[in-house]
C-alpha cells in the first residue's frame, strides 16, 4: 500500500473516531459535521470526500462485502477446500483485516457502545449486514453451482451473517485480541448452530 492511500485511510479513521467520540460525549442530535471536521483536524469539504453524514462515518466500515479478489477465491473453491473454513476466512475479511484489527481496535470498541446508546443508527447497520448476505448468498451459489434464488445459498448465508452479528458481540476488542480470536468465534459459533439443527442421536 503506498504512502498516499495510507493517508486516506488514516483520514477516514481519524473521522470515524472523531465522529463517534463527539457522539459518545453530547449525543447524536447535538454533533455537526463541521464538529467532527474539526476534532478530526481537517476541513468540513474533505468529509464529505469521505462520508455523505455523520450516520454514514459512525457505521464505520465494517461489516463491508467481501473484495472482489477474496470473493472469486471462495467462490472457486479456496483458499483450503473446506467449506466452513472458507467462508470463515470470507467472513473474516470482511470484519476485518490483520492489519485493521490492530488500527481500529478502539473505533470498534466506540462503536459497540454507540450502538447500544443511539439505537437510530441500527437501521443504518442491519442494512449493511443486507447487502453482505446477499453478496454471500450469490457467492455460495456460484461456488456450489446452485442457482442465487435457490433456498440452500439463501439460507447459508442468513446464517452466516447471524453467526457475524453474534461475533460482533462477543468480541471485547481487547488490546490481546487477534485475528485467530475473530476466527475461533467465528469457528465455535457455527458448530453451535450445528450441533442446534443436527438430527438427533437414535
Given at each position: 500500500m503506498g504512502l498516499r492511500e495510507r493517508k486516506k485511510q488514516a483520514t477516514r479513521r481519524a473521522l470515524q473516531e472523531a465522529a463517534a467520540r463527539l457522539t459518545l460525549e453530547r449525543g447524536l442530535e447535538h454533533v455537526t459535521v463541521e464538529e467532527i471536521a474539526a476534532e478530526a483536524d481537517v476541513s468540513t469539504r474533505t468529509f464529505f470526500n469521505y462520508f455523505a453524514t455523520k450516520e454514514e462515518a459512525l457505521l464505520g466500515d465494517v461489516p463491508s462485502a467481501p473484495d472482489e479478489e477474496a470473493r472469486r477465491i471462495f467462490a472457486e473453491g479456496g483458499p483450503t477446500g473446506g467449506?466452513?473454513?472458507?467462508?470463515?476466512?470470507?467472513?473474516?475479511?470482511?470484519?476485518?483485516?490483520?492489519?485493521?484489527?490492530?488500527?481500529?481496535?478502539?473505533?470498534?470498541?466506540?462503536?459497540?457502545?454507540?450502538?447500544?446508546?443511539?439505537?437510530?443508527?441500527?437501521?443504518?447497520?442491519?442494512?449493511?449486514?443486507?447487502?453482505?448476505?446477499?453478496?454471500?448468498?450469490?457467492?455460495?451459489?456460484?461456488?456450489?453451482?446452485?442457482?442465487?434464488?435457490?433456498?440452500?445459498?439463501?439460507?447459508?448465508?442468513?446464517?452466516?451473517?447471524?453467526?457475524?452479528?453474534?461475533?460482533?458481540?462477543?468480541?471485547?476488542?481487547?488490546?490481546g485480541e487477534g485475528v485467530a480470536d475473530v476466527r475461533a468465534v467465528l469457528r465455535d459459533a457455527f458448530r453451535h448452530v450445528g450441533d442446534a439443527y443436527s438430527p438427533p442421536n437414535d
Open positions: 467449506f466452513v473454513d472458507d467462508l470463515i476466512t470470507l467472513l473474516t475479511a470482511s470484519l476485518i483485516s490483520a492489519e485493521g484489527l490492530a488500527a481500529h481496535r478502539e473505533a470498534m470498541r466506540l462503536r459497540k457502545q454507540l450502538m447500544e446508546r443511539e439505537p437510530q443508527l441500527l437501521p443504518g447497520m442491519l442494512a449493511r449486514f443486507h447487502n453482505m448476505e446477499q453478496e454471500l448468498s450469490r457467492a455460495v451459489a456460484e461456488r456450489t453451482g446452485a442457482s442465487p434464488e435457490d433456498a440452500r445459498p439463501q439460507l447459508v448465508a442468513a446464517t452466516a451473517m447471524a453467526v457475524t452479528r453474534h461475533t460482533v458481540k462477543c468480541l471485547h476488542f481487547a488490546e
